[in-house]
């Protein structure tokens, strides 16, 4: 029996402040040639975003994607072969990542490998590639960057001889086990829970298949939830449900900035292949509002595992694409992945200060520009929005409290508030205790104040501000 079953590790609590980041998802989801994705965030240790989109395939009757389907992972598999190169490390399999790779694979070309060590392997600073069956150099190491096959290679080659286990047989009994994970694997067939990798073109030669089962190959396998349990092993260091499965250290050393010091500031940062955010470099993967000390993975079909340690936060999302087509700026998309679930934490906050001021009242406006109003009321009234804007009907929902304003589209016409259509009569009224502390707050935003706090003729006590397309909002409560 596992020691821990998965499915049971966290609680969902779904929260809307995260669609945008679904959105986002299906948006690449639209722009890539693929058939399937999915996406899923872990937040203060919960569940607060999952969700499935198509199909496993472009076949016919192909399965549908759903939380047991495990997408090919590409280059996200490195994440794994790090894991194993810190274990080796750890358990003094491996002395130094800063001994000669000659000292472990002696039978390579001496000239060619000379000066290339472990470091160099695990942050992509080595400076070889291959041309048929031969090595060659193309810079010294440790003086640039470049993500080559040859050095994963070296890696899972140092990894069996010195701790004599393959990296799938570490994985299996370090994590897969323990953990009760049964949807990470490295596979030599397929299976029905299997996606399709769905290519750019017939007889893409970017795409390999290999037998192997020993984690050195192109060919594993995960579902979303278990990638995203994996990044939420590394977020908590090794400790879950309060059992240290994994030695913190194993976990310190692989996500921690490795690279050589000497390399420019502009090239990418790597632990022991994990993507790591420390200096702002032109060339990094990962976005720039997420803060330093976060570190992320990236495969070729698109899937990505990002980790926020400083906002306790693990975001995944998941496609069957091989590759971008043509013109599209993957790294730009991956960046602004991690800037959208960013953007989502800091909504997240800025709710969970904010006092109940509202009481439960619930709007519909159509408005001429939907985004101008929905960074109004996000910017100046303090609502959070969440965006539904590939829905049949585009609309945006604005959240305070219990309030809820939903805007739709006037297909260009403009908004006529009801004070110029009939004379008189504010265009909402929202309930609430707190008259004086909302005015302050709004006032201080520089919300346009129309009528001040006073108590009216009809016996309430309230205020009125004026919003960006002309509407009058009253805020207020009858006075016994």
């Given at each position: 029996m596992p020691l821990i079953k998965h499915d049971l590790i966290l609680d969902h609590k779904d929260n809307p402040i995260f669609t945008p980041v679904f959105d986002h998802v299906q948006a690449t989801f639209k722009n890539v040639i693929c058939s399937g994705a999915s996406t899923l965030i872990i937040h203060q240790d919960s569940i607060v975003l999952e969700q499935?989109?198509?199909?496993?395939?472009?076949?016919?009757?192909?399965?549908?994607?759903q939380a047991d389907t495990q997408f090919h992972v590409a280059s996200v598999r490195k994440s794994y072969i790090g894991f194993a190169v810190s274990y080796a490390l750890f358990y003094d399999y491996i002395n130094s990542i800063d001994d000669p790779v000659l000292s472990y694979l002696p039978e390579l070309e001496e000239n060619t490998w000379k000066g290339t060590t472990i470091r160099h392997l695990l942050t992509h600073t080595h400076g070889l590639n291959q041309e048929g069956n031969e090595d060659i150099r193309e810079f010294t190491p440790g003086s640039s960057w470049s993500y080559k096959q040859i050095g994963i290679e070296a890696l899972t080659q140092i990894v069996k001889r010195t701790t004599g286990k393959s990296v799938a047989e570490i994985l299996h009994e370090s994590v897969f086990t323990p953990l009760g994970f049964t949807e990470s694997d490295w596979y030599s067939q397929k299976h029905e829970k299997l996606v399709d990798v769905v290519l750019r073109y017939e007889g893409d030669e970017d795409w390999k298949t290999s037998e192997s089962t020993e984690g050195d190959k192109m060919n594993m396998y995960v579902s979303t939830r278990e990638l995203a349990y994996w990044g939420y092993l590394?977020?908590?260091?090794?400790k879950v449900n309060g059992k240290q499965v994994v030695p913190r250290e194993i976990i310190e050393v692989a996500t921690s900035l490795q690279s050589p010091s000497t390399l420019h500031k502009d090239l990418p940062q790597n632990g022991f292949l994990w993507f790591v955010k420390d200096l702002p470099a032109k060339k990094t993967e990962?976005?720039?509002q997420v803060p330093k000390g976060s570190y992320q993975i990236l495969g070729f079909t698109n899937v990505t595992l990002l980790v926020i340690p400083e906002e306790d936060i693990v975001a995944v999302r998941m496609f069957n694409s091989f590759g971008s087509p043509e013109g599209y700026d993957y790294l730009s998309d991956v960046r602004s992945f991690g800037d959208t679930v960013m953007s989502c934490v800091k909504n997240c906050k800025r709710s969970k200060k904010m006092k109940k001021l509202l009481i439960d009242s619930h709007c519909i406006f159509?408005?001429?520009d939907i985004m101008k109003t929905a960074n109004f009321y996000e910017q100046k009234l303090g609502f959070k929005a969440v965006h539904y804007l590939n829905a049949n009907e585009p609309h945006i929902c604005l959240y305070r409290d219990t309030t809820e304003i939903i805007l739709t589209k006037t297909n260009g016409r403009k908004v006529i508030p009801n004070r110029d259509l009939y004379g008189y009569g504010y265009d909402a009224y929202f309930i609430t205790k707190n008259q004086e502390e909302l005015q302050e707050e709004l006032v201080s935003s520089n919300v346009k104040l129309v009528r001040p706090l006073d108590h009216t003729d009809y016996n309430n006590k309230e205020f009125v501000v004026e919003d960006i397309d002309g509407r009058w909002l009253a805020f207020g409560l009858k006075v016994d």
């Open positions: 499935y989109i198509g199909k496993q395939s472009v076949k016919e009757n192909a399965r549908t994607i590394h977020l908590k260091k090794g990962i976005g720039d159509p408005t001429q």
